[in-house]
């Protein structure tokens, strides 16, 4: 198989990895890219919006499984644009990728589906803004409808900053708060089978102990020991099966990857919000324990072949994900600075280092060229080694002003 990745992001990194260990895959290639994925495929600049670009590429390459990374060029239609051409590809049409790209869709989709989520409101007006805020009190959930790359949520008990939100976005969605861990769970589809990955959990805020902005997350690990017995199963059956058919029925067939995420509330499972790709970095610890080749999983879900598929094999241990990011991050990071230590945070064998925001500099240099720089992974028997293993590598790299958070995993590895 000859794959091409469409993305740059340690998400893309860990595709690539997976992919690029697959015996399948004879050539990979990934556009944009980034310095620690040009390591293991070829890259190859694109403007990753532009679906004639990428079917472009593609097509040059001969390229047999297209993979998109990224929710904007999904919902951009790039996805359509490589299906058109007769090209398999990884990822949902434009229409489907709705689901992510507008709540008050995702929101239509699951009460015709019958799946459980917070009750909301969509509002256009500062006037219905203020009437569900106080439907549903304090604390307030004030959601852009719109991509808003993870920052276009507000969680406050500040009503005038709840309102101040709605004020800012053309149209929002203001929902019921609710309590309880959150988890990930993807599941691969082709529209009408679905298969569900192992559940992930990852942290969103900056500082340890959840203080800080919200970003587009600091880490993560899988499994989840807490978690309930018989959990994918439960949200197979109530959230993933019903949305897929749903879509389905309404003529907007889902392929791809779907991303629930939940939350486990003291009423049950509900849904919080629908994405319409990998989560990053989540992915990086879900495929960190993926035994099975990864490219055939991707393929038979452009092909609408997922039930033909052998079950899926996973690695009995664990594994976490730190996320190193620059200085300034979220609000205002800074880039262009060297990164030292990558070769001596993989020596032992028991982490890699995926790249986010790098770039090559001169004399092959790494240098940051993003708000999060890497995603330093690692295996181990349980979460406490995986965690071991993942914070000694971090330790070896050094990035001026870099923070990351130190209590990823913590809670779960010592409960
Ligand atoms: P989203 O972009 O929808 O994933 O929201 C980002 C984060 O905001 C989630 O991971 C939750 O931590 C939080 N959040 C979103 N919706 C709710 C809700 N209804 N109740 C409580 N927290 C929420």
């Not at 459980?116 to 803004?129: H, I, K, L, Q």
């Not at 439960?234 to 058919?245: A, G």
């Not at 899926?312 to 030292?340: F, K, M, Q």
């Not at 064998?349 to 986010?356: K, M, N, P, Y």
Request: hydrophobic share 45%; with cysteine.
């Amino acid at each position: 198989m000859k794959v091409l990745v469409i993305g740059g992001g340690a998400r893309e990194h860990a595709l690539c990895r997976s992919l690029s260990q697959d015996p399948a895959v004879t050539e990979l290639h990934c556009a944009p890219g980034n310095a620690g994925i040009a390591q293991v495929a070829t890259v190859h600049p694109v403007d990753q919006l532009d679906g004639a670009q990428v079917t472009g590429l593609a097509e040059r390459l001969g390229a047999t499984l297209v993979v998109v990374g990224p929710e904007a060029p999904l919902v951009a239609g790039v996805a359509d644009a490589v299906r058109a051409a007769g090209i398999p590809v990884f990822g949902p049409s434009g229409a489907a990728a709705q689901l992510e790209g507008s709540k008050a869709f995702a929101k239509d989709v699951m009460a015709g589906a019958g799946v459980p989520t917070a009750r909301s409101y969509v509002c256009t007006t500062a006037a219905e803004a203020a009437e569900a805020l106080d439907a549903f009190g304090a604390p307030y959930v004030v959601k852009d409808d719109g991509l808003a790359a993870g920052k276009g949520v507000v969680v406050t008990s500040d009503r005038e900053a709840a309102l101040a939100h709605a004020a800012s976005c053309e149209r929002v969605v203001i929902e019921e708060y609710l309590d309880g861990p959150e988890v990930s769970l993807f599941a691969i589809t082709d529209g009408t089978t679905v298969v569900p990955l192992q559940p992930a959990q990852d942290f969103k805020r900056a500082l340890d102990g959840d203080e800080g902005p919200n970003t587009g997350g600091m880490g993560a690990y899988s499994p989840l020991p807490w978690a309930p017995d018989g959990l994918v199963e439960e949200v197979l059956e109530t959230v993933l099966q019903p949305t897929v058919d749903e879509l389905r029925r309404r003529g907007t067939e889902f392929s791809g990857l779907l991303y629930a995420g939940l939350a486990l509330t003291s009423r049950g499972t509900r849904v919080i919000e629908f994405n319409a790709r990998f989560g990053d970095p989540e992915t990086q610890v879900v495929l960190a324990r993926l035994r099975t080749p990864l490219a055939a999983v991707l393929l038979a879900s452009a092909t609408g072949t997922l039930d033909q598929l052998e079950p899926l094999r996973w690695d009995e241990g664990a594994a976490v994900t730190v996320v190193v990011a620059s200085e300034g991050y979220p609000a205002a990071p800074r880039t262009g600075d060297p990164i030292e230590g990558l070769t001596e945070a993989e020596a032992d064998g028991t982490a890699f280092v995926l790249h986010a925001g790098t770039r090559a500099g001169e004399d092959g240099q790494v240098l940051s060229a993003g708000g999060r720089v890497l995603s330093v992974t690692a295996t181990g028997a349980d979460l406490a080694e995986a965690r071991g293993h993942a914070y000694a590598a971090v330790d070896r790299i050094s990035l001026k002003g870099g923070q990351h958070r130190t209590d990823i995993a913590l809670k779960a590895a010592t409960a």
